[in-house]
């Protein structure tokens, strides 16, 4: 384990990567005994650990039996995207003139690395990508609330994801990705505010849709 990290934070980490991975069905429960056994280490840090986990809504704490993922549906995943979709764009039309050229250079410089150390077969990675593009263009706004609702909404549909999308994952969804990312920057880069947006709702409408 890392040891910058505490133990908490690194049972936290490692169980969350695993649900989201697909590691673990809807229907298994996780029980403290186990993940001491797994980890090899005290109660405290796993309890923390699963304690938050349930705060961030990645797991549900069932009495007298343990923990278990929740299972989120088809129409809180609508509700994630509309949310998006209301706010994402609007944000950019209004913050669009705080944006300089050092900015979207960052920001292309971000895309380009995430291109080069992502892999397609790899859906974890696709989406962590997809995640931190739209959270540093959030971050260009210097609007901090922005910022962390829009980690929150992320983070949920990165579970929802993990849910319906894991399983039946698509190579070309990657190239999908790296395609639409690759015309919003030049539409900033060529100043084209209308074209930026559109093709941010295009970007944001048609993630996950098969």
């Not at 936290?12 to 980890?39: A, P, R």
């Not at 986990?53 to 088809?74: H, W």
């Not at 300089?100 to 892999?119: F, R």
Request: net charge negative; glycine share 2%; aromatic share 12%.
């Amino acid at each position: 384990m890392n040891k910058l990290l505490s133990l908490r934070e690194q049972v936290y980490s490692s169980i969350k990567l695993d649900v989201i991975s697909g590691k673990y069905n809807l229907e298994d429960i996780l029980n403290e005994k186990t993940l001491m056994n797994q980890y090899n280490i005290s109660k405290a840090p796993v309890r923390d650990a699963l304690i938050e986990l349930c705060n961030d809504g990645i797991l549900q704490s069932i009495p007298r039996l343990g923990y278990k993922i929740v299972n989120y549906t088809n129409e809180y995943l609508d509700g994630i995207l509309k949310f998006r979709l209301m706010v994402e764009p609007k944000y950019l039309e209004e913050y669009w003139d705080r944006l300089t050229e050092d900015d979207i250079k960052e920001l292309e410089k971000l895309h380009e690395e995430q291109m080069e150390n992502a892999h397609k077969d790899d859906p974890v990675t696709y989406w962590k990508t997809n995640q931190d593009f739209h959270l540093k263009l959030a971050s260009l706004y210097h609007d901090e609330y922005f910022c962390e609702i829009l980690k929150s909404a992320l983070n949920r549909q990165m579970l929802v994801f993990s849910q319906f999308y894991w399983r039946s994952w698509d190579k070309q969804v990657f190239s999908i990705y790296t395609h639409q990312h690759d015309e919003f920057i030049e539409f900033l880069k060529n100043g084209d505010k209308e074209g930026a947006i559109k093709d941010l709702i295009k970007d944001i409408d048609s993630f996950m849709k098969k």
